[in-house]
C-alpha cells in the first residue's frame, strides 16, 4: 500500500518555489490525488517537466558503478539523482540507504559549536 500525500511543487511563504518532489514511479504506483478536471493538465505537465529534466543542454550526467564498499553521498533536494537498468546476471546486490535530514544535522551542528564554545554562522 502506498500513498503519496507530497506536492509536487513546494512553495515557501513568499510563494517562490522551495523544493521540487519527482519520482516517476510515484505516479504508478499511488493513486493520483487531484481533481478530475486537472487530470488532463497534470499528465501534460508532467511531461512536459520529464522532457526539460532529461535534456542533456540543461543537465550533466555522470554514471558510476558502485564496487563493494563504495558509499555516495548528495544532498537529496539538490541534486537529481537515479539508477539505470541492472542485471544480476547470476551475482548479488545489496544497497543500503540512509537518509538525514538536514535540519537536524544543523540544529545538532549549532548545538556542538556552542558547547565547544565556537562562534560559527548556521551552514
Known amino acids: 500500500y502506498l500513498e503519496i500525500q507530497k506536492t509536487h ?12 518532489n519527482w519520482h516517476p514511479g510515484y505516479a504508478s504506483a499511488s493513486t493520483l490525488r487531484i481533481k ?8 501534460k505537465a508532467r511531461k512536459k517537466f520529464a522532457n526539460i529534466i532529461n535534456r542533456p543542454d540543461l543537465t550533466t550526467k555522470y554514471n ?7 558509499l555516495i553521498i548528495f ?4 541534486v537529481a539523482h537515479a539508477r539505470e537498468e541492472f542485471h544480476l546476471n547470476g551475482g548479488n546486490r545489496h544497497l543500503q ?17 556552542k558547547k565547544l564554545g565556537l562562534e560559527v554562522t548556521p551552514p
Request: proline fraction near 0%; glycine fraction near 8%; hydrophobic fraction near 35%.
Open 9 to 20: 511543487i513546494v512553495v515557501d511563504y513568499f510563494g517562490k518555489i522551495s523544493a521540487i
Open 36 to 43: 478530475e478536471q486537472d487530470v488532463e493538465r497534470f499528465y
Open 64 to 70: 558510476f558503478r558502485l564496487e563493494s564498499g563504495d
Open 75 to 78: 544532498n537529496n533536494r539538490r
Open 97 to 113: 540507504g540512509c537518509y538525514l535530514c538536514l535540519d537536524d544535522a544543523k540544529g545538532k551542528y549549532m548545538t556542538l559549536a
